[in-house]
């Protein structure tokens, strides 16, 4: 039988929450962010039901048998993401959210932030967002650094 030792392995845990926002910034004119953001820069906002996926990443516990305990984690999601996002108005209730435009990049990003606060080490692989059936964004701490001009 294969022992797990130094095996690493992928946990991961998904909450879903829902959330108002209004895609905009005051460094543009309303037309310039009607033209870049369209319907989604309407004033009185609109909503989302998220689906945020938390992947972990670690070599099994031989006591515990475990990469992270999952009650733990579920816990740790509630402060991190649901405590701070479920049924908010993003732009307004979350501080962040003041001087950054709401994007799901954006958002993602925040969410790894708060978690990885709370995390020792290398644990946190990734961050996974669904806002629609058709858009997702993954986050995995990677910044700009090396790669060449996307745009």
Same mark, same amino acid.
């Given at each position: 039988m294969e022992r797990s030792e130094n095996r690493i392995v992928y946990v991961s845990r998904t909450e879903t929450f829902s959330a108002g926002h209004?895609?905009?910034?005051?460094?543009?004119?309303?037309?310039?962010?009607?033209?870049?953001? =369209?319907?989604?820069?309407? $004033?009185? *906002?609109?909503?989302? %039901?998220?689906?945020?996926?938390?992947?972990?990443? =670690?070599?099994?516990?031989? $006591?515990? *048998?475990?990469?992270? %305990?999952l009650t733990t984690l579920r816990r740790l999601m509630t402060e991190c993401i649901m405590d701070v996002l479920d049924h908010k108005n993003i732009n307004v209730d979350v501080p962040h959210f003041r001087d950054t435009v709401t994007t799901s990049e954006n958002i993602v990003i925040f969410i790894w932030n708060q978690l990885k606060k709370k995390l020792d080490g290398d644990l946190l692989y990734e961050v996974h967002m669904q806002s629609s059936e058709r858009h997702t964004v993954t986050y995995r701490g990677e910044n700009a650094a090396g790669l060449s001009k996307l745009h």
């Open positions: 209004r895609l905009f910034t005051e460094k543009l004119t309303d037309v310039e962010n009607e033209k870049i953001f =369209g319907k989604c820069s309407a $004033v009185n *906002g609109h909503g989302h %039901n998220y689906k945020v996926r938390v992947t972990l990443r =670690g070599p099994v516990d031989p $006591v515990t *048998g475990m990469v992270f %305990n």
